[in-house]
């Protein structure tokens, strides 16, 4: 399965969304997910990140190895998004900042 990692965080560009056959993201207030029992991993998502912030489940970078969970658990309590939508008006600003994991909404 493909997981959405830290970088999404704040940025939330949603181009993600649009190129998912199986409609398997699901949106929280600042971050999205993928639901890991709907992906058929196509790998459709993972280029069009502006954020590069979706890898495959046995890739994941040093240290995000926590958003399979992640993914897995807020996909069972937020709701599918499945259309494209503005990012965060300040989303640029947030696409080069690091260590994000403690702004996360749930
Ligand atoms: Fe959807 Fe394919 Fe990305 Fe899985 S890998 S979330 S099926 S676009
Ligand atoms: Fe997040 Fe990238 Fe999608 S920033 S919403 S995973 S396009």
């Known amino acids: 399965t493909y997981v ?4 999404c965080i704040k940025c939330k560009y949603t181009d993600c969304v649009d190129v998912c056959p ?23 998502c993972e280029p069009e990140c502006p954020a590069g912030a ?3 489940d046995d890739d994941l970078p040093e240290g995000q190895e926590e958003y399979e969970e992640i993914n897995a658990r807020l996909a069972k309590v937020w709701p599918a998004i499945i ?3 503005p990012a965060p008006e300040d989303a640029d600003a947030w696409l080069e900042v690091k260590d994000k994991r403690g702004l996360l909404e749930e």
Request: aromatic share 10%; proline share 6%.
């Open 4 to 7: 959405v990692t830290e970088s």
């Open 22 to 44: 199986v409609d398997c993201f699901r949106e929280g207030p600042n971050f999205l997910v993928i639901d890991p029992d709907e992906c058929i991993d196509c790998t459709l």
């Open 54 to 56: 979706i890898f495959r």
């Open 83 to 85: 259309q494209k939508k």
